[in-house]
Nanobody, 128 residues
Framework: QVQLVESGGGLAQAGGSLRLSCAASGRIVSNYAMGWFRQTPEKEREYVASITETGGNTFYANSAKGRFTISRDNAKNTLYLQMNSLKPEDTAIYFC?????????????????????WGAGTLVGVSA
């Protein structure tokens, strides 16, 4: 089993930056595509970004494009999300995720993804 632990959440002002990390352990992490989701009490879990197994390709939700950067360091078994130009609407719990293939980050039906493992989340708060 893959275990995922997020860190780096906290408070930021609009326009500021945060860097989230996700430490992975268990199975060989490089065998998994990884990504980030976020969730608030008002919305269902929302896709943010994903990255292929070796980090060669990255994908972003429209809300993240141009502001967020996903990366991974397989030698450290760590996934990152650099968040710049933060907006209040970025406030959410952010979850790290791992999937057998990058296609796991595509919806199979509304709100449903082929994610195999989830972290417990880290809270990001952005003030206006």
């Amino acid at each position: 089993q893959v275990q995922l632990v997020e860190s780096g959440g906290g408070l930021a002002q609009a326009g500021g930056s945060l860097r989230l990390s996700c430490a992975a352990s268990g199975r060989i992490v490089s065998n998994y595509a990884m990504g980030w989701f976020r969730q608030t009490p008002e919305k269902e879990r929302e896709y943010v970004a994903s990255i292929t197994e070796t980090g060669g390709n990255t994908f972003y939700a429209n809300s993240a494009k141009g502001r967020f950067t996903i990366s991974r360091d397989n030698a450290k078994n760590t996934l990152y999300l650099q968040m710049n130009s933060l907006k209040p609407e970025d406030t959410a719990i952010y979850f790290c995720a791992a999937a057998a293939t990058i296609w796991g980050f595509s919806q199979v039906e509304p709100g449903k993804y082929g994610v195999d493992y989830w972290g417990a989340g880290t809270l990001v708060g952005v003030s206006a």
